[in-house]
């Protein structure tokens, strides 16, 4: 895939390019495995829902891809968003939740009022050939209440199945922590934990974090950057005797779970302007790549994506990595 950096504001949505394809494809089911090859334990979707963060400090990632045909993509034309997520996310579950109570989770989820418009991620045209996908409809009006929202669920859901309780470890620089916050604060077997760095988010995204009620939720205002308080978190997950001990996961990029609800707003957006037939190209504000790769994963179950830009604003780090390979601070 050839990546094209763009440097401009980031702004609250996707830009939607459409263009002329056919795409042929099969579904398979998956096991997750760590991306730094740990294969002797192979996970299940809800083992991974829990876990977050793999033991040697890897991802999960699916063993392989699952794959929708055109056929597939085209049966989704004038479904509602709970509909389409659904079918986008099913393969990756296998049966490792029953189906009837994953379906009432994605339509307790993508309905109003937890999201403000009735096409949950409503389509604004903006030219002949270009709309802006509003992903600002959820809760704390960032795209990520689209993932967390259902996970909050989700991870109801199998706790009380499993009688578990986690202690979710979170970073961000905003608006990952007020997504998570809201998503968590009324899950009973659930502690959250969000460090953010003091001084280093927007005032909004600070009230959104440190003014909800809830005697499961914790800030903590590190005295550093993101990028200090995304260490902690992952040397955290490294110490195996705390991981047990408090049964840490995590509900940020790191966990596999919640980049999957992300792929079907791709999905959605697609199949509104008229794939399979015609394929899109994505503009997508990214920082760390969380959403942008979300689009990737869209692309490589099948759906007809040409071209995938990737817009960076000073937060640029991996765009400079990408374009130099050299990691550095700036």
């Known amino acids: 895939m050839k990546l094209l950096f763009k440097r401009y504001p980031v702004f609250f949505g996707l830009t939607v390019f459409l ?14 495995y760590s991306t730094r090859g740990q294969k002797d334990q192979p ?3 809800t083992d991974v829902l829990l876990a977050g963060l793999a033991p040697d400090g890897g991802l999960y990632v699916p063993d392989r891809w699952p794959r929708l045909d055109r056929v597939d ?22 049966d490792s939740l029953d189906d009837a109570a994953f379906q009432r989770i994605i339509y307790d989820c993508y309905d109003r009022p937890v999201f403000d418009h009735t096409a949950i991620a409503p389509l604004v045209q903006i030219g002949p050939n270009a709309w802006i996908m509003e992903l600002w409809r959820g809760p704390t009006l960032a795209f990520k209440d689209y993932a967390l929202q259902l996970l909050g669920r989700l991870f ?12 979710i470890i979170g970073a961000t620089s905003g608006d990952t922590g007020s997504a998570a916050i809201e998503a968590l604060k009324s899950c009973r077997r659930i502690d959250i934990f969000i460090l953010h760095p003091e001084g280093r988010t927007s005032d909004v995204q600070r009230r959104q974090m ?3 009620h809830a005697p499961n939720v914790h800030n903590i205002a590190l005295q550093g950057t993101f990028d200090d308080c995304q260490a902690l978190v992952k040397e955290m997950f490294a110490d195996e005797a705390m991981r047990r001990d408090l049964g840490l996961s995590a509900i940020n990029s790191i966990n596999w779970v919640r980049l999957t609800a992300q792929i079907v707003y791709y999905v959605a957006a ?23 790769f979300a689009a990737w994963m869209a692309r ?15 937060n640029d780090i991996l765009t400079r990595f990408f374009e130099t390979g050299a990691m550095t601070r700036g």
Do not use: C
Request: aromatic share 10%; hydrophobic share 45%.
């Open 19 to 32: 263009r002329p394809v056919i795409i042929q494809a099969m579904s398979t089911p998956v096991s997750y």
């Open 43 to 45: 996970m299940s979707f």
């Open 73 to 94: 993509f085209a049966a989704m034309a004038g479904l509602s968003y709970a509909d389409i997520a659904w079918r986008v996310m099913k393969p990756f579950m296998g």
């Open 156 to 167: 109801d859901y199998v706790l009380e199945r499993e009688d578990r309780r986690v202690t």
């Open 210 to 212: 440190t003014t909800v």
């Open 270 to 292: 697609t199949v509104a302007l008229g794939g399979p037939h015609r394929p899109v190209s994505f503009a997508v504000p990214t920082g760390n790549f969380g959403n942008v």
């Open 300 to 314: 490589t179950m099948g759906l007809p994506v040409e071209q995938i830009i990737l817009g960076s604003n000073r």
